[in-house]
């Protein structure tokens, strides 16, 4: 994936008036709302989005995707965060399973799941996590043994978003479990409504339903079914991860609020030099969105650059939400369409922030390796 | 001139020039170095070759301004080079060697009639008092005058980073008209994302200091590099600093593309100033108490960051700007800015 995406202004500016045009026939479905790449679930939306070509934007148009850059993805993506539209059936999908298929599965594998990902068809959660192993990823304890060409794979799997939803997970597991932490675990797909599966909720601190603990008791997974090399996973999980943290997301999941403080700016004359200095962090985070999505444009891995604005854009997000409530003086109340709905909103999403995706320590341990090496 | 090379190579080249210059014996005179300064063209890069300029553009300008503050020289050059642009464009020809220094004269009065004439007084403004030229911006008018113009007065002084810091007095001075507001707004903007660019060097400056510090310094039997805690402050400052460079190198593309000139520069100075102001606070927390020596070299960074933050226009009315055109512009111009930041770079 080294060749540069050309890509001309007109051509972005043409995409991003597209997606509007596709929002704004959906805007009396939805209630837009903070954190809604998480929680806001509509697989017709989703599949709206594959029918008009949004959905695995980036990747070759023979798996089914758009063949377009990662600044196209960008465009897409920042269009549907503003306006908290319901992309969490496809947005792990198309995030990063589909790239991790596509960086490392067979050409079968390929053929297999990125068009129906692409078409918003096949909906995926993401199996990594587990009670002992958070942050220490290396650490899973999830097993899959061979089973003639196939595996079997047993474990508890937690904090896994919209499961209970989704048609396969990507699982990460360990197949030898002689060596050392960081050797001998494997990416698989596996299928959701295989014998085996218990999947069970996991209320969230508002009251929602989109985690979920997941059992595998000897679930049968296909050979081909393997995501790259056997032993392979940490090197490519690594590398998915580092996908995952550098996206809009990261910057946008309380822009909501930013609009209400602009419209009451407008309104009022007030605390201009507090939402000045909120849109001067924005802005300058975007800077690097886009320069981030310009270097893999560009063949580059850009996983220092990734790690910085997720740490900062998360506490950006966080600090919006603060300062909203500082300068409005309103009392959160729950989801509601009222500035006081979508500020109770952010903050009681807020603190998933900085630990989802790797947290804000994690990353810092990331940052401060690039200054100094060991 | 172009500015060819890596940032190490004119890290290097800055820093054979500008050695010792670091900290003025008398902030009131002309420093030392500035004859070298002007053998090398540096006032006049930035400024195109028919305007007797060197050629180069405003990009060329900002790495120099930048490179000056990491090795925290203090010359007049972004001052100088900015001032002199906006009398060029008048085709007015000042002597290579000027030192010539813009004025924000917000505060000041005009009076046409006899001539144009000024009034009022100016404070903090830097390097005026060895200033050979004052350029001045006021209302919708840029005025240029020599600085021995009959009816000024300076008022030598200096910040705590040991630079000019003077009072100008002005009772009834001649100036000549050589802009119009495009040529103000152009001053405002390119001393702010000076200021910027001064602000981001100097930082990094302090930064490298400090990371050199904690790899040597030792406590407990080891390294203050292998403690998180230690590792965590090391972590904030790259990260913001990364941001504030992002944020200048957008402006620096505003100003090329002459598009969103005020808002860009002042993302650019809020962004470098709140950056300055971590790795004022993480920089001397990490180097304990050598940091606060005279011997030690962390204060020729860390008193020009605190000299800088607010001296081109402060960086509370910066952000006072931008949450106003913000208000006025409403939440889809604001999408606007953001959808449109950073491809300039594209």
Redesign the interface.
């Known amino acids: 994936m080294s060749q540069i995406r050309q890509e001309s202004?007109e051509q972005?500016a043409q995409l991003?008036t597209q997606v509007r045009a596709l929002i704004d026939g959906w805007r009396d479905r939805f209630t837009p709302r903070a954190d809604a790449w998480l929680r806001g679930y509509d697989r017709g939306f989703s599949q709206a989005l594959g029918e008009a070509g949004m959905l695995g934007i980036t990747w070759p148009e023979e798996v089914g995707g758009g063949g377009r850059s990662n600044?196209a993805r960008l465009?897409v993506t920042?269009e549907l965060l503003?306006a908290g539209a319901p992309v969490a059936a496809h947005w792990i999908a198309d995030r990063q399973i589909g790239p991790a298929i596509l960086r490392e599965g067979t050409p079968e594998l390929r053929q297999e799941f990125l068009p129906r990902i692409a078409a918003g068809d096949a909906t995926f959660c993401l199996c990594m996590s587990e009670t002992e192993a958070g942050s220490d990823l290396a650490a899973v304890r999830t097993r899959a043994v061979r089973d003639g060409d196939d595996w079997r794979i047993t474990g508890t799997k937690i904090w896994t978003s919209q499961a209970h939803r989704s048609e396969y997970a990507y699982v990460l597991a360990r197949t030898d479990a002689s060596g050392p932490k960081h050797e001998g675990l494997t990416e698989f797909i596996l299928d959701m409504g295989s014998d085996g599966v218990e999947v069970r909720p996991i209320i969230d601190l508002q009251g929602e339903h989109h985690f979920n603990e997941v059992v595998f008791d000897d679930v049968l997974v296909p050979g081909r079914w393997v995501i790259g090399e056997v032993g392979g996973g940490w090197t490519q999980v690594t590398e998915q991860l580092a996908f995952e943290r550098g996206g809009a997301e990261r910057v946008l999941s309380t822009y909501l609020v930013?609009?209400e403080l602009?419209?009451v700016?407008?309104r009022d004359?007030r605390?201009?030099?507090?939402?000045?200095?909120l849109?001067?962090?924005?802005?300058?985070?975007?800077?690097?969105?886009?320069?981030i999505a310009?270097a893999m444009d560009a063949g580059d891995a850009p996983i220092r650059?990734a790690a910085?604005v997720k740490?900062?854009g998360t506490t950006f997000e966080q600090e919006l939400a603060e300062t909203a409530r500082y300068l409005l003086g309103t009392v959160p109340t729950p989801l509601a369409t009222s500035v006081s709905g979508l500020l109770g909103d952010a903050l009681l999403a807020s603190p998933g922030f900085g630990i989802r995706g790797g947290t804000t320590?994690i990353?810092?341990?990331i940052?401060?390796r690039?200054?100094?090496p060991a | 001139m172009r500015l060819d090379g890596s940032r190490e190579m004119l890290d290097g080249v800055v820093a054979d020039v500008l050695t010792g210059v670091d900290d003025l014996e008398d902030p009131h005179v002309v420093p030392p170095a500035w004859a070298t300064v002007v053998e090398l063209d540096w006032p006049l890069v930035g400024i195109p070759e028919g305007f007797g300029g060197a050629g180069g553009t405003v990009a060329d300008v900002v790495a120099l301004t930048e490179a000056v503050a990491r090795q925290a020289a203090s010359v007049p050059l972004h001052e100088t080079q900015l001032a002199r642009s906006l009398v060029g464009m008048a085709a007015v020809d000042l002597p290579a060697s000027a030192v010539i220094i813009p004025v924000d004269g917000r505060a000041l009065t005009i009076t046409a009639g006899d001539g144009t004439r000024v009034d009022g007084e100016v404070t903090g403004v830097g390097w005026a008092s060895i200033a050979d030229h004052l350029v001045v911006g006021i209302d919708d008018q840029l005025l240029w005058l020599p600085a021995d113009t009959a009816g000024v007065q300076i008022e030598p002084g200096v910040d705590v980073a040991n630079e000019p810091f003077d009072t100008v007095t002005f009772s009834s001075a001649q100036a000549q008209v050589v802009g119009d507001r495009r040529a103000v707004e152009a001053l405002r903007n390119g001393a702010a994302l000076g200021r910027a660019a001064g602000l981001v060097g100097a930082a990094q400056g302090a930064a490298k200091l400090t990371?050199e510090h904690?790899?040597a310094r030792e406590q407990f039997g080891r390294p203050l590099?292998k403690f998180?805690l230690v590792?965590?402050g090391?972590?904030?400052m790259?990260?913001?600093l990364?941001?504030?460079r992002?944020?200048l190198?957008?402006a620096v593309d505003a100003h090329l593309d002459d598009r969103d000139m005020e808002l860009?520069t002042?993302?650019a100075l809020?962004?470098a100033a709140?950056t300055a102001t971590l790795v004022l606070r993480t920089s001397h927390q990490l180097h304990g108490a050598i940091g606060v020596t005279r011997e030690h070299a962390l204060h020729r960074f860390t008193r020009r960051l605190w000299a800088w933050r607010d001296r081109a226009g402060s960086q509370?009315s910066?952000?006072?700007?931008?949450?106003?055109?913000?208000?006025?512009g409403?939440?889809d111009e604001?999408?606007r800015?953001?959808?449109s930041?950073?491809?300039g770079?594209?």
């Not at chain 1, 849109?279 to 320069?291: D, F, T, V």
């Not at chain 2, 910066?318 to 006025?328: I, K, T, V």
């Open positions: 202004p972005l991003r600044r465009v920042e503003r930013l609009e602009v419209k700016a407008g004359g605390d201009l030099e507090a939402v000045g200095r849109i001067a962090r924005l802005l300058s985070l975007r800077q690097m969105l886009w320069s310009s650059q910085i740490r900062l320590e990353l810092g341990t940052i401060a690039e200054e100094l | 990371i904690v790899a590099a998180q590792r965590a090391i972590a904030d790259a990260a913001e990364e941001l504030a992002g944020a190198s957008d860009r002042g993302v809020s962004s709140r509370r910066w952000e006072g700007r931008l949450g106003e055109l913000a208000a006025n409403g939440p604001v999408w800015w953001f959808t930041t950073g491809d770079a594209a």
